[in-house]
């Protein structure tokens, strides 16, 4: 199957500071996404972003789906942005179709 | 005016039951999935149910069964239960498969004691 592979794992900031997520992928893809899930476990969307540059705000993204990655930028960082960062790719084989996950990059902003 | 919706958001029960989790969603998606984030937070999907099509992750046990009553609702149904089946279980949807933005529903913590 599909490896989706994120980094850093862990990143610790301070207040409005400038971060840089990476999400490698090994195969070709349709539809990745990029979610925040919050302290209080809930998923949310960032972009979904199956190739090119999107701005959100304080967020963007750019996925160069030829070289299979993307980057998530979050700059002047917020405590609210604290939690786990994830990127997921759409994935047919191994039975269910549906989004494959990577590991996550757990990122703290402190005050 | 949630978008997907998932209850209850907390279930404890013991080994050996049998529970259900429902899902709703109110966006006229087509398709919508059932994922397990476990204790490290890792997120894999189990099934993904598409114009009355189900289809199962192979490493899904058959305890676990969704049904879906209509295209809004997909319910996850857990069978003698055990203690592994401990987890975060989310709910998704979107238009169709493959090309479509997924959204997710808040997630149901299951205990399983």
């Known amino acids: 199957g599909i490896q989706v592979e994120q980094s850093p794992p862990d990143l610790i900031l301070q207040e409005g500071a400038n971060s840089t997520l990476r999400c490698n992928f090994s195969?070709?893809?349709?539809?990745l996404q990029w979610f925040h899930q919050n302290p209080w476990g809930q998923l949310i969307n960032l972009f979904y972003?199956?190739?090119g540059t999107k701005q959100n705000g304080r967020l963007s993204a750019t996925t160069v789906a030829t070289e299979r990655y993307s980057l998530l930028y979050i700059s002047s960082s917020q405590t609210t942005d604290s939690g786990v960062y994830f990127c997921?790719?759409?994935?047919?084989?191994?039975?269910?179709?549906?989004?494959?996950f990577g590991k996550g990059t757990h990122l703290i902003i402190q005050p | 005016d949630t978008a997907v919706s998932q209850t209850p958001k907390y279930l404890v029960t013991q080994m050996g039951n049998d529970k259900s989790i429902k899902c709703e969603q109110n966006?006229?998606?087509?398709?919508m999935y059932w994922y397990k984030q476990d204790s490290k937070k890792f997120l894999k999907i189990m099934f993904s149910?598409?114009?009355?099509?189900?289809?199962i992750n192979e490493t899904v046990p058959n305890r676990f069964s969704p049904k879906s009553p209509d295209k809004a609702h997909l319910n996850l149904h857990i069978n003698s239960l055990e203690l592994g089946d401990s987890a975060v279980y989310f709910c998704?949807?979107?238009?169709?498969?493959?090309?479509?933005?997924?959204?997710f529903g808040p997630g149901t913590r299951l205990t399983v004691t």
């Open positions: 998704a949807s979107s238009l169709g498969l493959a090309d479509y933005e997924q959204y």
């Open positions: 195969d070709s893809v349709n539809n």
């Open positions: 972003i199956p190739s």
């Open positions: 997921a790719v759409f994935y047919s084989g191994g039975g269910a179709d549906g989004l494959t």
């Open positions: 966006l006229g998606h087509d398709t």
């Open positions: 149910y598409n114009n009355k099509e189900l289809i």
